[in-house]
């Protein structure tokens, strides 16, 4: 590693914490904006106003919005982000308990879905232009044209209700075995991967037939190098970048994804918790699971750029 | 004796993005013996690169073999399979392209690229490859041939690696070599280091070879005989000393007379002209404008230069030397950051914004690509017409008249007034360029690179309409090009620049006579001249003045580290001022005159 | 991302792709007819209790069949065309509107007009869209308008991102330099040089735009977060019949198959579009 590689990381680095902080910022305006008054909202219409006033001392609306902003902003990066306005709970333990659930979830779903795209992304670009990069091509349109719901809904219409196969519902806690965990996430990991896949394969795609149609491929064809050496040898090396940024963006696609299909599965999630917060106005809920999957997105995004950097010969070899 | 190339009846079909397919090859023949080399010249679209990739048994992408024979010693090229074709490309035909650039891998390093083909097809050991890419390092005179593999492509200099490729490719010992125009994206000062060294490899292992060019005077260096191309189909073929004495073909004597542009009369003569331009003491290029005027990325350094009414100035130099910036800087679009501009006597802001819509007017700019110098939605009347309504408020009937007097003027017909830009010819686009820049009715007119984008028959004839525009409309020009014959042609004055720094100006003269500049000199010795044995009667540059200009320095000639009579200790510590030589000549030299 | 244009050839593919691009358009209009119309064409009134069961079958009398309410399938995806179709039109408009607009002044004027928007806009693309419609709705509650608004808002910034690279490049080509020179002003050179070249990439974004636009709302309907009863969107028609998926009730699947048939509509119907576009382009 180099300095400039160094530099540049660190630029990188900085960006993603000045934009996570723009993020919270938008976030704590937006969720400040309310036309009513919070207090006013969650006690009713006939509330008394000593009891309202009362509630805007204890929830701290009286004081001045920046004095607020700030005293939000640093319970946020102590990890405290309050109590639930339902059910006065600590956020963060409430978090804590569905984190894991989405994690795998997500987990899984990544496992599956990005081998799967770049196999099928690298091969249609390989065979650009075949009937299977055709189909492959119109398979794909149709895939990210679709909502999540029809591909959950029609995934349980086949497997759950035809074919019973497995449950129309998730429910954890009784996963006896590896019959169990496959019946429990087979639905939501299936709706998942068609969900992003399409996406995935799409960018790897289109990044590797901008690499092979360079004319340094061109030489090493005219070099009498064999199809698997260039594209393994010559090609891949070179595409690193934007597929890693591929995969990145995909996956941030898991983010709203798990929001649908969390909900339709009635899966015990984050993506489910925030979807209840909103439903029920809990606004410390939202907000921290908000900044939770931007951060997500964030650590996605920046580590899709630092792998282009590291990856990019004119930075390595200086 | 029997050919060891045989090309019959040869036919390559594209497809459109419509979806039907054209041929773009229609029919070419021809055959070339053991340890000769055929030079294929045309134009863009005549198909040269495509039949010099066929003989590898290589379509590119959306074009196919559609018919003929393509024999190479005893291998009929278009039966081979896929297995086959790959034991002949790189092991009996090797490769040297245009760009060499964009045909090293850039996550490689460069000898694991080099070695490449001998390891795929299994001739030899790693170390030996190694070590036969270091004899063909040293055959090829790259500087530090044992360590340069280590490097990776963007390491090395554009030169080097065009040579590193010709490496790369006779590491096989192929029986047959293309080489597809490999000079043509370098400075001319590199071009001949290039081709001295490919001249004396093809020699060293009579090699057999093809070579691929658009220019004349290259191929007749390298070439044995010459196949003339056009639209695909061959015009003639003949040996290269008869095809450039006495071609039979009249699309082949059309081409020798663009190669070697002839001199256009110039209207004005003597000195005697009122000078309509000047610019003095001027700075410009990129970034925040430092306390002393200079930007953080400079890219012209006082300038000094005078331009008399009537007259054409050529501004020569190598691509990165600053040329365009000087045309934008006098326009203003590119404000100065220091010096003045002064047009018939008045001083210009410098820019845009600061000047009056007539100063605006009397200079126009005509650049170098039509195809993006023309908006492509905007018809052409409209195009020629904004600047009349524009700047002398015409309207309708008025405006119509004006429009097709200057399509008259520039030789184009009535009819293209309702056409899109995208409709036109290269050549139509450049004309409808300079009808749109006559309709301002100005005084100056600055034409950045006008023919270079343009094929040569096309370019002499826009040079044609050149030296009449200034005939009869007194046009003051300031000519900017990298290719001194296009210059030598048109202009009266020349200025030369390196890095930034005008280092010499001349009367258009003095160029084949009198004393340079060591830069002029060399950049002057480097045009390859149209007869067989220039580039073995023109002396090699010591290795010294290859490589790379250096970044615009503030202390020292620029020209110094490339320079063979640089004097250390005088040269590297004071900036040389323009002094007067014999001939009318001026030059920024220490030693000139001191030997 | 690239297109995928289906190019003509020989054989059955070409006469596939051939009816493919007469058929696209043609659902892409019937659904925007629909958006005015389907109220009054619904066979049904889309409010009313048929009598009917509820989550009946397809059928001659119920095409679609029945919802949980047991009313008429059909009319009430007609009638919900409105709101999806509508509500997403408007957005995408708004959105592609601004973004053009800011996008062409950034890069015609430059500076720190254009480092300012683009930072700011650039930053709120790292909110993932469908997270940042969920903070909207939560903030400011779900009536039309706001929808309207918070879409719009959520792709405003890719928008942007997109028509200003777009007019940035053009900006850069030489006839543009070539106006500037002439001393011809900034809005001139916005409208009459640089926006006539941006005209295909603009449509291209509008209709990939429309369908992001759709398929959020939908997303947000189907959550209960986007429109509200008594009015329902395609989304909310999914929602609201979840109860009849165990059965295989049509009144499920079918609001969904409606958002994909226009989803997917709009999709090739750029595709095609585009292609001919970029012709252009390089003739």
Redesign the interface.
Same mark, same amino acid.
């Given at each position: 590693m180099n300095a400039t590689i160094g530099r540049l990381l660190l630029t990188r680095l900085v960006a993603a914490i000045l934009?996570l902080w723009?993020?919270a910022t @938008?976030?704590f305006v937006?969720?400040n904006?309310?036309?009513g008054d919070v207090a006013q909202e969650l006690l009713g219409q006939s509330a008394t106003p000593e009891a309202v006033a009362g509630l805007r001392k204890a929830l701290g609306l009286d004081l001045p919005p920046w004095q607020r902003y700030l005293e939000w902003l640093w319970n946020m990066v102590r990890g405290d982000a309050g109590r639930s306005l339902v059910n006065g709970s600590p956020v963060a333990a409430l978090i804590g308990s569905r984190l894991g659930n989405s994690l795998i979830l997500a987990g899984i779903t990544a496992l599956v879905a990005v081998p799967l795209a770049l196999v099928l992304g690298i091969t249609a670009a390989v065979y650009r232009?075949s009937v299977y990069d055709?189909i492959v091509? %119109?398979g794909t349109? !149709?895939a990210?044209?679709?909502? &999540?719901? !029809?591909v959950a809904? %029609?995934a349980? #219409?086949v497997f759950?209700?035809?074919l019973r196969w497995v449950p %129309?519902l998730s429910q954890l806690g009784r996963l006896d075995g590896v019959l169990d965990v496959i019946r429990t996430f087979a639905l939501p990991v299936l709706t998942l991967t068609f969900v992003i896949v399409a996406q995935m394969a799409?960018?790897t795609r289109?990044a590797l @037939?901008d690499v092979l149609?360079?004319?340094?491929i &061109?030489?090493?064809? !005219?070099?009498?190098?064999?199809q698997a050496?260039i594209v393994v040898?010559?090609a891949l090396?070179?595409a690193i970048g934007p597929i890693a940024n591929a995969i990145a963006f995909s996956l941030?696609f898991l #983010?709203?994804g798990v929001?649908?299909v969390e909900?339709?599965f009635n899966y015990p999630g984050i993506a489910k918790l925030?979807?209840d917060?909103?439903?029920t106005?809990d606004?410390p809920l939202?907000q921290a699971c %908000?900044m939770l999957?931007?951060g997500a997105? #964030?650590l996605l @995004?920046t580590m899709a750029d630092i792998a282009a950097i590291l990856a990019n010969?004119?930075l390595r070899?200086? | 004796m029997e050919p060891l190339i045989d090309i019959r009846d040869l036919r390559i079909r594209a497809r459109t993005t419509e979806g039907h397919e054209i041929e773009i090859v229609k029919g070419v023949s021809f055959s070339v013996r053991r340890g000769e080399v055929m030079g294929l010249i045309g134009e863009s679209g005549s198909g040269k690169t495509t039949i010099a990739?066929a003989t590898?048994g290589?379509a590119?992408?959306g074009c196919r073999i559609a018919g003929g024979t393509i024999r190479i010693g005893e291998t009929e090229v278009t039966r081979l399979d896929g297995k086959g074709l790959?034991?002949? /490309?790189?092991?009996k035909v090797?490769?040297i392209?245009q760009?060499a650039a964009?045909?090293?891998?850039?996550? /490689?390093p460069i000898m694991a690229q080099v070695i490449?083909?001998a390891l795929?097809?299994g001739l030899m050991g790693e170390a030996a490859a190694h070590e036969k890419a270091i004899g063909l390092f040293r055959a090829m005179a790259i500087p530090q041939p044992e360590t340069i593999g280590n /490097?990776?492509p963007?390491?090395v200099s554009g030169g080097q690696l065009q040579r590193l490729m010709a490496a790369?490719a006779l590491i096989t010992d192929p029986d047959v070599v293309i080489f597809d125009e490999p000079t043509t994206a370098l400075d001319v000062t590199t071009q001949i280091e290039v081709l001295k060294a490919f001249k004396e490899a093809i020699r060293d292992r009579n090699t057999t070879g093809i070579y691929v060019t658009h220019d004349l005077a290259v191929i007749a260096q390298i070439a044995d005989s010459i196949t003339v191309l056009r639209h695909g189909e061959v015009q003639e073929i003949a040996t290269t000393p008869q095809l450039i004495s006495n071609p039979a073909h009249e699309y082949s004597r059309k081409l020798l007379a663009a190669a070697e542009p002839a001199l256009r009369p110039s209207p004005v003569t003597g000195e005697a002209s009122v000078p309509l331009l000047r610019v003095s003491g001027m700075s410009a290029g990129y970034g925040l404008v430092g306390p002393d005027g200079m930007p953080a990325v400079p890219v012209l350094r006082d300038i000094e230069l005078t331009l008399g009414r009537g007259r054409a100035l050529g501004v020569i130099g190598e691509s990165g030397c600053g040329k365009s910036t000087l045309a934008r800087v006098v326009a203003g679009l590119t404000p100065a950051s220091r010096g003045t501009v002064t047009l018939d006597g008045v001083d210009l802001a410098p820019g845009i914004a600061g000047r009056s819509r007539e100063q605006l007017r009397e200079i126009q700019l005509v650049f170098q690509m039509a195809d993006t110098a023309l908006n492509p939605k905007v018809p052409i009347d409209e195009i020629i017409g904004r600047p009349l309504t524009f700047f002398f408020g015409m309207k309708g009937a008025e405006r119509d008249r004006r429009v097709r007097e200057l399509l008259d003027l520039t030789h184009l017909p009535a009819s293209v007034r309702d056409r899109l830009p995208g409709d036109l010819s290269g050549g139509q686009k450049q004309r409808v360029n300079f009808a749109r820049a006559l309709a301002a009715q100005p005084k100056l007119l600055l034409c950045d690179e006008v023919t270079s984008a343009l094929d040569t028959v096309v370019a002499a004839a826009i040079l044609d309409l050149m030296a009449e525009l200034r005939r009869e409309l007194g046009l003051t020009t300031m000519f900017i090009s990298h290719d001194i014959k296009t210059i030598r042609a048109i202009c009266d004055d020349i200025m030369v620049l390196y890095s930034g720094r005008v280092v010499e100006t001349m009367p258009a003269a003095a160029l084949e006579t009198g004393h340079h500049h060591p830069y002029a000199g060399l950049l002057l010795g480097s045009v390859p001249a149209l007869r067989t044995d220039w580039l073995e009667t023109t002396p090699a540059a010591s290795l010294q003045a290859q490589g790379v200009p250096p970044a615009l320095s503030s202390a020292g000639c620029a020209f110094f580290p490339r320079c063979t009579r640089a004097e250390p200790g005088l040269c590297d510590t004071a900036v040389p001022p323009l002094r007067p030589l014999p001939g009318g000549i001026e030059a920024a030299c220490f030693r000139l005159g001191a030997d | 991302?690239?297109s995928?244009t289906?190019s003509a050839r020989r054989g059955p593919?070409a006469i596939l792709a051939r009816t493919g691009r007469m058929i696209m358009p043609a659902i892409v209009l019937f659904w925007l007819a629909m958006a005015f119309f389907g109220y009054w064409v619904a066979p049904y009134d889309p409010a009313g209790i048929q009598d009917a069961d509820l989550f009946e079958g397809m059928s001659r009398k119920f095409w679609l069949g029945t919802d949980y309410f047991g009313r008429d399938m059909l009319s009430r995806i007609l009638a919900g065309a409105r709101y999806t179709v509508g509500i997403s039109l408007m957005a995408t408009s708004l959105a592609v509107a601004s973004g053009v607009l800011l996008g062409l002044a950034a890069s015609a004027i430059g500076g720190l007009f254009d480092a300012a928007v683009s930072r700011f806009l650039d =930053?709120?693309i *790292?909110?993932? *869209?469908?997270?940042f419609g969920?903070?909207? +709705?939560? =903030?400011?509650g779900a009536s039309i308008p706001v929808l309207v608004l918070t879409l719009a808002v959520i792709y405003l910034p890719g928008c942007y991102r997109i028509n200003r690279s777009v007019a940035v490049n053009v900006a850069a080509l030489d006839f543009v330099a070539v106006a500037r020179a002439r001393g011809e002003s900034t809005l001139y050179i916005m409208i009459r040089e640089i926006l006539p070249n941006m005209v295909g990439p603009v449509l291209a974004d509008f209709g990939l735009r429309f369908?992001y636009v759709v398929?959020l709302l939908? *997303?947000l309907s189907?959550?209960?977060?986007g429109v509200q009863p008594p009015q329902a969107d395609w989304?909310s028609l999914?929602r609201e019949n979840?109860p009849g998926?165990?059965?295989?009730a049509p009144a499920? $699947?079918m609001p =969904? $198959?409606a958002? =994909?048939s226009l989803?997917?509509a +709009?999709?090739?119907t750029i595709?095609s579009l585009f292609g001919r576009h970029a012709r252009d382009g390089v003739r």
């Open positions: 934009t723009f993020v @938008v976030v937006i969720t904006l309310l036309p232009g055709r091509g %119109a349109v !149709l990210v044209s679709v909502p &999540e719901f !029809l809904s %029609a349980v #219409l759950a209700v035809q %129309a799409r960018m289109a @037939v149609s360079s004319s340094y &061109e030489m090493a064809r !005219l070099k009498g190098a064999g050496r040898w010559h090396p070179n941030s #983010l709203g929001i649908i909900t339709i925030m979807v917060g909103v439903s106005r606004l939202v %908000a999957f931007c997105y #964030l @995004v010969p004119r070899h200086r | 990739l590898m290589y590119r992408y790959q034991q002949l /490309r790189g092991r090797a490769y392209a760009s964009a045909s090293f891998n850039p996550s /490689r490449e083909s795929i097809h /490097r990776y963007h390491q790369m | 991302m690239s995928t289906i593919m =930053a709120l *790292s909110i993932p *869209s469908k997270m969920l903070v909207l +709705v939560a =903030a400011f369908i398929l939908s *997303s189907f959550l209960g977060l989304g999914v979840m998926l165990p059965y295989g499920v $699947i =969904a $198959i958002i =994909a989803t997917i +709009v999709n090739l595709d």
